[in-house]
């Protein structure tokens, strides 16, 4: 028999009963953001800096592509938290920098890691709020020096509006319009200001000490200081006009001479007959100073840079292993390039300089990064008329053979000096030369001619027009215009030539007052034209 059988009782049948476990509910993950900036070149672009805090094993890690000083950032943050009595949580602390596919360098994005890790519980959504801050190791919010031209670039770009800075950078940041700056001087400061969520700016905006005039509602910034003044340059008259005009245009310059006659002495004093300058401008000069390691003084004066015959391509364009540096051609940006003795510039040096005096800008080219400098300059330079100088001497004879003053002459090429506007062969000096003009007089001169460029809506001055701006500005009278067609067809002018004397016809009849170049302004643009 198959039947099973069961011996005794058999037990109750048993119910199933079903336990309802309580779950959690799943709290969503607070990821906090904070916007940064890294430059790449010398244009700033915007990094989100993002924050999580997941279970594992606890600890601190910093992602996408993060240099070194930013990795060392880690050990400064947690010290500067651990003084202001944060206690880390158990967690995992990862932080990003996005887009990841950009290097990001500077000690600034110290601040914003601090306070994504210190308001890990609370979440906050602060759209377009900039944080930007070095860390001491006792919570003090420091400066950085890439943090002005960080801000100024976003601001130029239109990506900034408001930003957590550290009060030391106010006495340069407050020289930025258009943003709003919350300083701060410790960690705690910053921590409570994203707590309560109240971004108030608590910087007034700088003015600047100078003297001011407006042209259509702009304001253009100058000062009279002649630190050395034109009067203690004898005779050289020719010359000293010349310069004058050079100034009034931001014309490029050249003067020939022997030793001793005042090449340099002009050169020196033209840095104080320069134009006025715009806050723009000013700004842009502050820029490129601090991308040199400089501390700009935001004085309305243009710069002047003078290197030396000897010094490297690198230096005068910029470069160097490793990160792009900035040159002597960039720091000379709205402002003057000299250079003395130039046939002993090298012919590598020489041949450079073509592309900043043609498209007012230096390239530098790196196999990770190609930058691009501003270099809007005014060149000038000077030259003695052969190596031993006295070629030109009516009391001492030249020592030169007729090979040597060639290749000397010849170290200049046509192309290079096409770019140039102004030629002036000094003659020597003389006893009986008088001091005939002041820097002051030159100034108000200069002041005159640039208030006639801008009233008649020129964005560039007369020696920067680009072709289409000097046939809408640079008009000539029916009689100088025909002096200048004899003049092309006498001397088989080039075009680079004929825009040359034009600029500087419209240069010397803004100088007289003249609304178009006449016949005396194109004579004395075509007497500044190169001979050889």
Same mark, same amino acid.
């Given at each position: ?25 799943? #709290? ?11 430059? =790449? ?33 880690k050990e400064r943050v947690k010290s500067a938290l651990l003084t202001n009595e944060f206690v880390f949580p158990p967690l995992k602390i990862t932080i990003n920098l996005s ?11 110290? +601040?914003? &890691? ?11 959504? =602060? ?18 020096? &890439? ?9 130029? #770009?239109? +990506? ?43 910087? =007034? ?21 002649? =630190?050395?003044?034109? %009067? ?6 020719? %010359?000293?006009?010349?310069?004058? &005009? ?19 002495? @002009? ?5 104080? @007959? ?7 401008? &000013? ?64 012919? /590598? ?27 809007? @300059? ?5 030259? /003695?008329?052969?190596?031993?100088? /006295? ?13 040597? @003053?060639?290749?000397?002459? /010849?170290? +200049? ?39 006639? #460029? ?70 004395? %643009? ?7």
């Amino acid at each position: 028999m198959n039947a099973k059988t069961h011996s005794g009782n058999l037990p109750p049948e048993t119910k199933k009963v079903k336990v309802k476990v309580k779950q959690k509910e799943k #709290q969503p993950a607070i990821v906090n953001r904070l916007a940064c900036a890294t430059l =790449e070149g010398v244009d700033a672009k915007v990094i989100e800096v993002e924050a999580t805090f997941t279970k594992g094993l606890p600890g601190f890690s910093v992602v996408g592509l993060a240099s070194s000083d930013i990795q060392e950032a880690k050990e400064r943050v947690k010290s500067a938290l651990l003084t202001n009595e944060f206690v880390f949580p158990p967690l995992k602390i990862t932080i990003n920098l996005s887009p990841s596919d950009i290097k990001k360098n500077g000690t600034h994005f110290d +601040l914003s &890691l601090a306070l994504l890790v210190a308001l890990n519980k609370k979440a906050f959504e =602060e759209e377009g709020l900039f944080v930007f801050g070095e860390l001491g190791l006792d919570g003090r919010v420091k400066s950085s020096s &890439l943090l002005f031209p960080l801000i100024l670039s976003l601001k130029e #770009q239109g +990506l900034i509006e408001r930003a957590i800075v550290p009060k030391e950078a106010i006495t340069y940041l407050s020289h930025i319009s258009g943003v709003d700056f919350i300083a701060v001087e410790t960690l705690s400061e910053a921590i409570a200001l994203l707590k309560k969520g109240e971004f108030k700016a608590n910087i =007034e905006q700088f003015s600047y000490d100078a003297k001011m005039f407006r042209v259509e509602g702009t304001p253009y910034y100058f000062e009279e200081k002649y =630190e050395s003044d034109f %009067a203690d340059v004898k005779g050289q008259m020719i %010359a000293k006009r010349a310069a004058m &005009l050079a100034a009034a245009g931001m014309h490029n310059f050249f003067m020939e001479g022997n030793p001793g006659c005042g090449k340099s002495m @002009i050169a020196k004093r033209l840095k104080d @007959i320069l134009p006025p300058i715009s806050e723009t401008e &000013l700004l842009s000069i502050a820029k490129h100073q601090f991308l040199d390691g400089q501390t700009p003084d935001f004085k309305a004066i243009r710069p002047m840079r003078s290197p030396h015959h000897t010094a490297t391509s690198a230096s005068i364009f910029g470069g160097g292993s490793g990160q792009a540096k900035i040159g002597e051609v960039a720091l000379a940006n709205y402002g003057i390039l000299f250079f003395d003795e130039i046939p002993h510039f090298s012919k /590598n040096v020489l041949e450079a300089m073509r592309e900043p005096l043609q498209d007012k800008k230096v390239h530098i080219a790196r196999v990770n990064a190609k930058i691009e400098y501003a270099a809007d @300059i005014m060149f000038v330079a000077a030259q /003695n008329p052969c190596p031993c100088g /006295n070629l030109l001497s009516k009391s001492k004879s030249c020592r030169c053979s007729e090979v040597e @003053i060639k290749r000397y002459q /010849n170290r +200049l090429s046509d192309p290079f000096l096409d770019r140039i506007d102004l030629f002036v062969v000094m003659q020597e000096v003389s006893s009986s030369d008088s001091r005939d003009v002041t820097s002051k007089a030159m100034h108000e001169a200069v002041m005159e001619a640039f208030k006639r #460029q801008k009233a008649r809506g020129q964005e560039r001055l007369n020696g920067k027009l680009a072709e289409d701006e000097i046939e809408r500005y640079c008009i000539l009278s029916e009689e100088a215009g025909k002096i200048l067609e004899g003049a092309i067809v006498k001397f088989g002018l080039s075009h680079r030539s004929i825009a040359s004397i034009k600029k500087v016809g419209r240069t010397i009849a803004d100088i007289h007052g003249n609304e178009k170049i006449e016949k005396k302004d194109i004579l004395e %643009a075509l007497s500044y034209r190169r001979r050889r």
